[in-house]
């Protein structure tokens, strides 16, 4: 399941801090306050301290005993190894890598898939470097039911008989663009040959959950009402009106409101 926080853990982090536990994965969610400490630079005894309090404010089962051995063994794989907060802000999309996919003979929901396995991929690449140093994109994806799951969500395919992601990949093995491997691995041919190409870069995916809106963004897909994208948050959105739509609703009612305060403002200092 892909929700706003994936690949996003830094971000999962600070909401964790603000609302306390928001899954019943405490163990994962520990970590990543860890993380974000270790980062921080607070000192382990200080980070041991801190998850504590966390615990005991925010744990319904709260008991001294129990926590505290979790709380020892989360801390220790946090400082002892060096894991960090896999946060992605934004996957930059090149000129190149759009009109390949784009130009394929292929109906659209195989070129959103195709869409979908480049950003993920992507994604790797930058947890990848975030956690050695050095970037790696490689076209290879492993064909657990999860992985599938999640990009079938990134790429918006509604399953059944003809948007099915086995299907699908089916397909396009057929026509050398994706290699099956064997234990349900995929090669991503199309990878290798965008990789050594270069051009100027036309859009940052950030919003992961809705990957496909950015394709569509793109190549001016139209079925249900056009997607545009907020120009203050870069979030995708659908447009049904005709009328041109600069902001999503939630930052047309914040930049609103702003406005609205500097206005009176800017009144009430022309009355002094
Ligand atoms: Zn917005």
Redesign the pocket.
Known sequence: MIDRFTYKETEYANALLENGFMTKYENYEMSLLCKLWKETGLPKKEARQNLLLFCELYSDDYDEMIYYSKINRVINKVYNKDLKLAQVDYIPIYKHEFDFINSLDYPHPYKRLLFAFLVIKKIHSVVWSINSGESKLSGLVSGDKKQFKMISEMAHLKGGKKESIEYMIYDLSQDGLINTLALAQVYLNFIDILKEDTSEEIIRVSDFEHVWMYFDFLSEYNRAGRVAI?Q????PMIVKDKAPQK??T??ARRISNRQKLEYKRRKKSSVF
């Not at 203050?232 to 979030?235: A, D, L, Q």
């Open positions: 907020c203050e948050c870069n979030k902001y999503c939630e930052c």
